[in-house]
């Protein structure tokens, strides 16, 4: 299966900790983006990658969020001094550029829990 | 600034039977919209889209209608099956212009057998 894979799953830590989420896009797509949810909410944009390229962010994504994207392959967002505001759903989803670019193919996202 | 709006929270539908679950927008620039399924502990799938172009598009079971001049659309299932049961997002995005993928709260959807 060559979906969008999301480790890990599930993240418990504690407030104050830092924690990093990696997204492993399908391999094909040029376009990344972060996502997150919370309870009883749609997923809101957090950034979006061309390639290696970080194109645009949320004014959601504070100065203890970033996201990488070393060489156009896998992403990775880190939370630092996490927060209990900060426990959410986090979603990866790709698309590739060109032809099916209309549509975001998501990973199954990494839940996170600060305690 | 919640520029995609689902009003209706939670939808309860008998197997069988048609469920209409329905989107509003509130940006004019949006040219393309989808509507998304979401199981629990799951990302979420891509289910049909539409462009501003078009006033319909049916695929299998679903169909998506667009009222551009109400900003508003709808997803039709029928027949529902329970297998429909999950919770469905509409989003909009600016298809040549926009990076971003504006996303409503969602609706529940339960089909009862």
Redesign the interface.
């Known amino acids: 299966d060559t979906g969008?894979s999301?480790n890990p799953r599930h993240k418990i830590t504690k407030r104050g900790q830092n924690v990093t989420f990696r997204c492993d896009p399908i391999s094909e797509h040029n376009?990344l983006?972060w996502?997150r949810q919370t309870l009883?909410?749609?997923?809101?944009?957090l950034t979006?990658f061309q390639n290696e390229a970080q194109?645009?962010k949320?004014r959601l994504l504070s100065d203890r969020f970033s996201a990488e994207r070393p060489k156009g392959s896998f992403s990775t967002l880190e939370i630092q001094r996490t927060e209990q505001g900060d426990s959410a759903m986090y979603?990866c989803?790709s698309s590739p550029t060109g032809g099916g670019s209309?549509?975001?193919?998501?990973?199954?996202?990494t839940?996170l829990s600060v305690l | 600034d919640q520029q995609?709006k689902?009003n209706s929270?939670s939808l309860s539908v008998q197997e069988g039977r048609i469920s209409i679950l329905n989107c509003d927008y509130t940006n004019s620039m949006f040219d393309?919209f989808?509507w998304?399924k979401k199981y629990p502990?799951?990302?979420?799938?891509?289910l049909i889209?539409i462009s501003s172009i078009k006033d319909k598009n049916e695929d299998g079971r679903f169909t998506v209608f667009l009222n551009k001049s109400a900003k508003h659309l709808s997803l039709h299932i029928v027949p529902s099956q329970p297998g429909d049961s999950a919770v469905y997002?509409c989003?909009a995005?600016k298809?040549y212009t926009g990076?971003?993928?504006?996303?409503?709260?969602?609706t529940s959807l339960t089909v009862i057998p």
């Open positions: 969008v999301q376009r983006y996502y009883g909410q749609g997923p809101e944009f979006y194109l645009e949320s979603l989803a209309e549509k975001l193919f998501f990973g199954s996202g839940q | 995609v689902q929270p393309y989808l998304y502990a799951e990302g979420p799938t891509f889209s997002f989003a995005n298809y990076n971003q993928f504006y996303f409503g709260t969602g």
